[in-house]
């Protein structure tokens, strides 16, 4: 746990003036067997410090690769004075940003770092529960892995936070080969917020959703292509997670908003069917806590929720404290950076449509010839609300009864004019939180959501 070196640093900070203050380490365990071969087994912590001061609409960073106590010093001077110069050549004259209560420092639990051996030996005893119990595969991979941000912020105005953000997975990856030979892939992550330890503690307690996952992968060795067009299909969570995140959320984090996108000129207007509200979570959503949660960002910010579509209207977007300052809105704890050599980006936390009142099921039955898509392995989405994403698991849908199973495909469409679509939302959520947004600087998010009955164009062959 990173010891608190900052905090007699604060009374070189000028008064009046925005300044952070942030000391980091980012760790990382990661362990991989392929067909049972160890091929990667790697333990990395990166720390350093930096500061940022903001003047005249301009801002001023350092880093260094070190955390000391003479190095927060020489990055708040080097900071300073980046600023200083920046204001003289390239400032544009704004006020100063608006000051925001303090609160008292935040301050999360510390947590165990488990030795490697840990990580191969779990990983060594699902692999071995593959290879006796999946006998039709043509190769199998197990990736153990844990990464964490750590964070001493001290900021000028605001609240100083001492943040520990830990997540920990076990990824399956299963191959087969059609009756054609083609190859056929599907994955599972297990795992989510928590360190490596905590999470898994006995490998049986992923057996069964291995023993689903070569299921679905039997089926997809069998499976059909869809045929391609517009058809009306049930998004499954996480293909509506995939969809809040990359084809809506970034649309709508204001600094892409300013650059241009598609929410620029779509404020408190109908983006949306009136089914569909959307939320970036801080920490805790439907009454449960959220998969990555999020308490204070690297300005001091306090988190909370950020309503994004409410009944599907455009109510609001994520911000910096700068970026709310010019929209007129308040900030919710959206800027966040991922190395200790980052500045703070407008990021997601945890996004995600709400639940609605409908059953699966009657969806399902809802439906005389569509599709039921449920995991997506990748996806891209622009500023206009553009989107294509490749769907790794899905099945037909023939006279409301659910019939073979998709092989790879893809969906695409407009975010906005997809969503106007929706007219059955399930009741429960669910939620992913196992990759990276790669927006400039890779940052865990969350995402997620209920199932959604809409139109959308599907690829064939």
């Not at 020489?74 to 209560?101: Q, W």
């Not at 509200?277 to 999020?294: I, N, R, S």
Request: glycine share 10%; net charge negative; charged share 20%.
């Amino acid at each position: 746990m990173l010891q608190d070196l900052l905090n007699e640093q604060k009374c070189l900070f000028t008064p009046g003036v925005h300044t952070e203050l942030r000391g980091q380490n980012n760790r990382n365990r990661r362990v991989v067997l392929l067909s049972g071969d160890v091929m990667a087994n790697v333990r990395s912590d990166v720390s350093g410090v930096s500061a940022r001061v903001y003047r005249g609409g301009v801002w001023g960073f350092s880093s260094m690769a070190e955390y000391t106590k003479e190095a927060a010093a020489t990055v708040l001077k080097a900071a300073s004075e980046n600023a200083d110069f920046m204001e003289r050549h390239a400032g544009n004259g704004k006020p100063p940003l608006a000051p925001i209560t303090g609160g008292q420092p935040f301050v999360m639990e510390d947590f165990h770092d488990p030795a490697q051996k840990v990580y191969v030996d779990f990983a060594r005893e699902v692999d071995a529960y593959i290879a006796a119990h999946c006998p039709k595969l043509t190769s199998r991979k197990v990736l153990a892995t844990e990464d964490s941000m750590e964070k001493l912020l001290k900021v000028s105005d605001g609240m100083d936070a001492h943040i520990l953000s830990p997540r920990s997975y076990i990824y399956v990856f299963l191959t087969a080969e059609t009756p054609a030979g083609a190859p056929v892939e599907l994955f599972k992550a297990f795992g989510g917020s928590g360190t490596f330890d905590v999470n898994f503690t006995d490998p049986a307690a992923l057996y069964d959703g291995i023993d689903k996952l070569y299921e679905q992968l039997m089926q997809k060795r069998e499976g059909v292509y869809a045929d391609a067009g517009e058809k009306t299909v049930i998004l499954g969570g996480m293909m509506t997670g995939m969809l809040s995140h990359e084809a809506v959320g970034h649309t709508v984090e204001a600094d892409l908003v300013l650059g241009g996108s598609v929410a620029a000129h779509n404020l408190n207007k109908q983006v949306a069917s009136d089914l569909v509200t959307l939320t970036d979570f801080a920490h805790t959503a439907f009454g449960e806590p959220c998969p990555l949660p999020v308490f204070v960002d690297d300005e001091g910010t306090e988190a909370k929720d950020v309503t994004l579509i409410r009944n599907g209207i455009l109510t609001g977007y994520m911000n910096s404290r700068e970026s709310a300052q010019h929209f007129g809105m308040e900030p919710g704890g959206n800027a966040r950076a991922w190395m200790f050599s980052d500045e703070p980006l407008i990021r997601m936390r945890n996004t995600a449509v709400h639940p609605g009142k409908d059953k699966l099921d009657d969806m399902i039955a809802s439906i005389d010839d569509g599709y039921y898509l449920i995991d997506s392995g990748n996806g891209q989405a622009d500023t206009t609300g553009e989107f294509m994403f490749g769907v790794t698991m899905g099945y037909e849908i023939k006279g409301g009864k659910l019939g073979k199973a998709l092989l790879d495909t893809t969906i695409s469409g407009v975010a906005f004019d997809m969503l106007k679509t929706v007219d059955m939302v399930s009741d429960s959520v669910f939620w992913c939180s196992s990759g990276f947004c790669g927006k400039k600087q890779p940052m865990p998010v969350g995402m997620g959501g209920p199932a959604l009955r809409c139109r959308v164009k599907i690829g064939g062959r």
